[in-house]
């Protein structure tokens, strides 16, 4: 078995929940999650909500991983704590599994952790290509390559073990899918339109809107991409808008952003992206 890699230490502490307070007295109802690294409130909610160590999830997590057909040998680990041990994410990436030969370029196998203790995000375990000429993560977009399950249900080495077992063959179907988004065209006015209507457009109290300084942000990653007009270049935008993550504002915390980007792209990836290409095929 592979030795299992540290969690980080600021990751790395049993949340506690206490009944949250106003004024010195108990609000009904309501309760705090607190980091007892440094007594900081990291969460509050009304639901009944019993956060566990992140170690729980990262033993079993690699545990399993260390019981499928992966090779961990060479892996390399990226984990960060956000906004103060609230949510964390994660990025393996494991070398000696290579797609270069059948994807006709440089990529390696990556896999994302998100988990949460104030219940933002889902915890859940994401298999993709890594592109490494861009460092793109591939977000899949017809195969399930991962799974997100409530906290209380994701404690079982073999089964994950057996799930990641599945994870080469399916991202080997993902890399043939992408070699056929390079015959599927898309002109620039298409991509125009779906950008505008899948990536830019949000929702206010007035209605539907679009943030016209997003989409040529989009348009200029687009035409980077120097691969003619077709559906891989479209898909080479979106994970890069999930991969790449930025913040216009001083003192925003990227990670907390990259976990709700990744989640939107590949709701779109899986959804409306993936209809274009059934169309244009």
């Known amino acids: 078995m592979n030795t299992i890699?540290?969690?980080?230490?600021?990751?790395?502490?049993q949340p506690i929940r206490e009944q949250a307070t106003r004024n010195g007295m108990p609000v009904t109802g309501r309760f705090w999650v607190v980091n007892p690294l440094n007594d900081s409130v990291i969460g509050d909610g009304k639901r009944v909500h019993n956060p566990q160590?992140?170690?729980?999830?990262?033993?079993?997590?690699?545990?399993?991983?260390?019981?499928?057909?992966?090779?961990?040998?060479?892996?390399?680990v990226k984990a960060t704590s956000i906004e103060n041990g609230a949510a964390m994410r994660a990025e393996i990436v494991l070398p000696n599994h290579d797609f270069s030969g059948k994807l006709g370029e440089a990529a390696k196998m990556k896999i994302v952790i998100g988990d949460s203790h104030d219940q933002s995000v889902?915890?859940?375990v994401q298999?993709?290509?890594?592109?490494?000429a861009c460092l793109n993560g591939m977000i899949a977009v017809r195969e399930n390559i991962g799974f997100s399950q409530k906290h209380t249900t994701f404690s079982d080495p073999q089964m994950i073990g057996q799930v990641a077992s599945n994870w080469i063959p399916q991202l080997e179907n993902e890399v043939d899918l992408m070699k056929q988004m390079t015959v599927v065209k898309v002109d620039v006015d298409t991509a125009v339109h779906f950008y505008r209507e899948h990536v830019t457009k949000y929702r206010t109290s007035t209605g539907w809107k679009f943030n016209e300084k997003m989409l040529e942000r989009v348009m200029q990653i687009h035409n980077s991409y120097d691969m003619g007009h077709n559906a891989y270049r479209v898909y080479n935008t979106l994970t890069h808008i999930s991969t790449h993550?930025?913040?216009?504002?001083?003192?925003?915390?990227?990670?907390?952003?990259?976990?709700?980007?990744?989640?939107?792209?590949d709701a779109v990836l899986k959804g409306a992206f993936n209809d274009l290409l059934l169309q244009a095929a």
Do not use: C, H
């Open 5 to 13: 890699p540290s969690l980080p230490v600021d990751l790395d502490f």
């Open 53 to 76: 160590n992140y170690r729980t999830m990262w033993d079993s997590l690699w545990t399993g991983l260390s019981e499928s057909v992966l090779d961990l040998s060479t892996v390399e």
């Open 122 to 124: 889902k915890r859940s």
């Open 127 to 132: 298999a993709m290509i890594l592109r490494l």
């Open 245 to 265: 993550v930025e913040t216009s504002r001083e003192g925003a915390d990227v990670g907390r952003k990259q976990l709700r980007i990744e989640q939107d792209m």
